[in-house]
């Protein structure tokens, strides 16, 4: 039965989540090895600047000294990606615990709305928010 719901309604919105999760992770990896690659090629230019410079040819120095500064902000550009595929995907894992949580546990008062108590007791703070207004 499981298998003929997964076929009509698709996948549950665990195997989404989990699938769009990897997904970021995948990512993830794929921007450590650019940061990676651009510290390596950084550092080789870095060693060729100290070269041209101690052979008095300033004008190529200043040109691959442009360079590594170009690469130190590719490389800040990605580190803020990472951040925000970080970001996401704590956002996805703790939407999908706070989905499996019960109504009443997230919002104690949906579940005890239709009670007069409840309706008093809404009643009685929204009259105290009224009163704690400050006065023009």
Avoid: Y
């Avoid at 995907?89 to 499996?100: A, K, P």
């Avoid at 709305?113 to 409840?118: I, M, N, S």
């Amino acid at each position: 039965m499981q298998a003929v719901n997964r076929f009509i309604w698709g996948p549950t919105p665990e195997e989404k989540v989990k699938k769009w999760q990897q997904q970021l992770k995948q990512e993830s990896r794929h921007l450590d090895r650019e940061i990676r690659q651009l510290d390596s090629a950084a550092s080789k230019v870095k060693a060729e600047v100290k070269k041209l410079a101690a052979k008095g040819d300033t004008k190529n120095a200043k040109v691959l000294a442009r360079e590594v500064v170009r690469s130190n902000k590719q490389k800040e550009r990605l580190h803020t990606s990472q951040a925000r595929l970080n970001s996401i995907n704590m956002q996805l894992s703790q939407q999908l615990g706070q989905s499996s949580e019960p109504l009443h546990a997230r919002h104690p008062l949906a579940v005890t709305t239709d009670t007069p108590l409840a309706c008093l007791q809404l009643r009685s703070r929204s009259l105290e928010r009224c009163r704690n207004l400050p006065r023009l």
